[in-house]
């Protein structure tokens, strides 16, 4: 039975492959058939594969050795364990209704075989992420994850401002994967193994032991964990690199879906809860990763506080969300991190694909000032977008709430010593997340239209082939809290050691609900109640005010840093120099002194017969006084 | 009976004759003239070469080097002629085109 599960990565791939060769020939509704149904049967396959799993077995499988060369053995192999079975049912699960979804909202583009063709290819890299029993493949579905989003956010690549974000998403990932690359590396040469299950059994070997690094004794362990969480940061978007994610958006909404709820972003929280072995081994590591993600929670949720545009707002959202999940890997409850990446990955895909509902009524309009009162026209795509608003904002019941508050639980409880700051800081997160989804709400879908009467007439609910996948998520957002992730990665992943007493645990609950009503509360008062508060207190605060909304002037800094340097020196000195002055001196200098030598011996050529005739006697005479004189 | 050394000189003075020309002349038709001299000198050696040695291979060597020669001056004179008609050029020293 085990050699059947490679079927999951079958179906996306010969979809893919299918929709790319020979989709454009087809008319859509074959390429709609062939690209949701393949991630059906994955979807399929990959249910037997986690039932399987809920029996209590691990299904690993080597289909074949991939790379054989002297110590490095790769086979290509799977491994189906909790925590595969988990990021199986997400990937599939959310990815088909995003393809079903994708259906009505990508009708009539031109590209839309091709859209099929990198959607399925997509899912295809996050399965083999997700489902290999190596470093490489996990390597290999992480770039390839990577190389989907380029094709993905520079989908409409005749629009200047999309090819560019392909390229910065695309660019920036390298910087991050060139990290992850090194960690591997680091890894293989330390214990010779790149299997998972080898490498957890060879890791206590090498605990304790220092690398020399320029003179510095470092931990081996820790460089290793750190340079891997090097990629984790690139490709899940946290600070210093989530400059990408924002940018993204310039994509058709339903890949900022996939790429947000299913696929990509969710990686590193993956590939850190996969390694928990290695990182639970080095102290540092783990209070990088917690405090970089409870910092980038904080710290994106503050921009997404003022943005204008409702993709923006929502992709900041996720930078925050996948904050909270590395901030509670770093606090070793690396379940509690898996179960918020479960949860998260039905409430952002609905909050995306609601955006992508509004932004189709609204004919491609973000700005959600110049929104408003849309509830009435549209009111599945608004029920189902409060649904997800109420559970991205914890509230009782639904499941945002479960993993959120199991987050703020394990952090506050938590044996670590950052592990009170990272509760304070996710607890007034909460409260920001609150109000940016609600400031959302009110402001596009409560109060009075603020565009053109005409635009108004325009608005309309989405066909039923986008709200069916809308409603099925909102049911989704609200039930799939009621399975206990964590108690069931628990075996996998480890119980984390607490220390406050489980009477705490209701006060700690009690908090994050008050931020969250708070949130909502303050949303309701600035947009509903009193619309000129928000005028007032931008004029007030102006100066924050303006730094939140040129986020941080980050982009600005990096351009001064990075972009700005990198062009100059490849002006200045790759153009003036290497290319000009090496490269083509070389290519024009050789035919250039070919030339000056044969200027000294051309004169020969007279071109004169006479003179040929001349040569020629000569050179008999030299030939027959030659031989006289023998 | 002429001795072959008589022969030989007659063959010598013309080959000069013919080469000398062949160097000195511009004149296109007149260089080809002097060459016709030159291969008639070598066909005189042949011949008394093949006479006093009793031997027939030369002759025949005579009759070939003639019909090349006469195949050769064919060639010859369509270049000149074709030189002449398109550059109205039948001066060796004024045909440097080549010159490198």
């Not at chain 1, 009162?373 to 904002?393: D, E, N, Q, R």
């Not at chain 1, 070919?594 to 005739?613: E, F, M, N």
């Not at chain 2, 020669?69 to 002449?84: C, F, Q, R, T």
Request: proline content about 3%; aromatic content about 16%; some cysteine.
């Amino acid at each position: 039975m085990k050699e059947y599960y490679i079927l999951i990565l079958l179906f996306p791939l010969a979809g893919f492959l299918f929709n790319i060769l020979i989709g454009r020939f087809l008319s859509t509704k074959w390429v709609s058939c062939i690209g949701t149904f393949s991630i059906f049967g994955s979807l399929i396959v990959s249910i037997f594969a986690i039932l399987e799993v809920f029996q209590g077995k691990t299904i690993e499988y080597n289909v074949y050795t991939w790379i054989l060369s002297d110590d490095l053995k790769i086979s290509f192999g799977y491994l189906i364990d909790q925590l595969t079975a988990v990021m199986l049912f997400v990937v599939c699960f959310v990815g088909w209704l995003i393809h079903i979804y994708s259906v009505g909202y990508m009708h009539g583009d031109p590209g839309y075989s091709r859209y099929f063709a990198y959607l399925n290819l997509f899912v295809f890299s996050m399965l083999l992420l997700v489902m290999g029993n190596n470093l490489v493949m996990l390597y290999f579905g992480w770039e390839a994850v990577g190389l989907c989003s380029y094709f993905l956010i520079g989908f409409w690549y005749e629009k200047k401002s999309a090819s560019d974000a392909g390229k910065k998403a695309f660019i920036v990932n390298r910087v991050g994967d060139f990290g992850f690359a090194l960690g591997i590396f680091l890894l293989f040469i330390s214990v010779y193994s790149l299997n998972y299950t080898d490498v957890f059994q060879k890791i206590p070997e090498i605990q304790g032991k220092t690398l020399n690094l320029l003179g510095w004794h470092v931990d081996l362990i820790t460089l290793i964990t750190l340079l891997l969480f090097c990629g984790a940061v690139g490709k899940s978007a946290q600070i210093p690199l989530y400059v990408w994610l924002p940018d993204a958006m310039e994509g058709p909404t339903p890949v900022s879906a996939l790429i947000h709820a299913a696929t990509m972003v969710t990686a590193g929280v993956f590939m850190v809860s996969r390694l928990s072995p290695l990182y639970n081994l080095s102290e540092v590591a783990l209070a990088v990763v917690a405090i970089t993600g409870t910092v980038t929670a904080f710290y994106s949720a503050t921009i997404g506080l003022v943005q204008r545009d409702i993709k923006r707002i929502i992709a900041y959202s996720t930078i925050s969300q996948i904050g909270y999940m590395f901030a509670a890997c770093g606090v070793v409850a690396y379940g509690a991190g898996v179960f918020h990446l479960y949860t998260h990955a039905f409430f952002k895909a609905l909050l995306f694909l609601g955006a992508g509902s509004v932004m189709h009524a609204m004919a491609g309009q973000l700005d959600i000032y110049k929104m408003g009162g849309l509830k009435k026209k549209m009111p599945i795509t608004y029920i189902t977008f409060l649904i997800a608003a109420l559970t991205i904002s914890g509230i009782p019941g639904l499941s945002g709430f479960f993993s959120k508050d199991e987050i703020l639980w394990y952090a506050f409880a938590s044996a670590k010593p950052y592990g009170k700051f990272v509760w304070i800081l996710l607890t007034i997160t909460a409260a920001l997340t609150a109000f940016y989804t609600f400031r959302i709400v009110f402001v596009a879908f409560h109060g009075k239209f603020r565009g053109t009467e005409e635009e108004f007439k325009h608005v309309h609910e989405a066909p039923s082939i986008m709200t069916i996948p809308l409603i099925v998520l909102a049911f989704g957002s609200i039930l799939v809290g009621y399975f206990s992730i964590p108690h069931f990665l628990d075996p996998l992943l480890g119980e984390p050691k607490l220390v406050a007493p489980d009477e705490q645990k209701k006060m700690v609950m009690a908090f994050s609900i008050i931020a969250g009503l708070l949130g909502i509360a303050i949303a309701w008062y600035m947009y509903l109640a009193k619309p000129t508060i928000p005028e007032k207190l931008t004029n007030t605060f102006k100066g924050v005010y303006k730094i939140l909304w040129n986020k941080y002037y980050v982009d600005e800094l990096y351009s001064f840093l990075f972009v700005k340097p990198t062009l100059w020196i490849s002006y200045k000195f790759i153009e003036r120099f290497t290319d000009i002055r090496i490269i083509e001196g070389i290519v024009n200098g050789v035919p250039a002194l070919i030339y000056k030598i044969s200027r000294l011996i051309r004169p020969v050529q007279t071109g004169q017969i006479q003179h040929y005739a001349i040569f020629m006697i000569l050179g008999i005479i030299v030939f027959v006084l030659m031989i006289l004189s023998m | 009976m002429i001795p072959l050394s008589w022969y030989l000189i007659l063959s010598a003075t013309l080959f000069s004759i013919g080469l000398i020309g062949f160097i000195i002349r511009r004149d296109l038709i007149v260089m080809l003239m002097c060459l016709e001299i030159m291969f008639n000198a070598v066909n005189v050696a042949f011949a008394s070469f093949s006479y006093y040695n009793a031997n027939l291979t030369g002759q025949i060597f005579v009759l070939f080097s003639i019909a090349i020669a006469a195949s050769e001056a064919v060639i010859g004179l369509a270049i000149v002629l074709a030189i002449v008609r398109n550059t109205g050029i039948n001066h060796s020293d004024e045909i440097n085109s080549l010159r490198g």
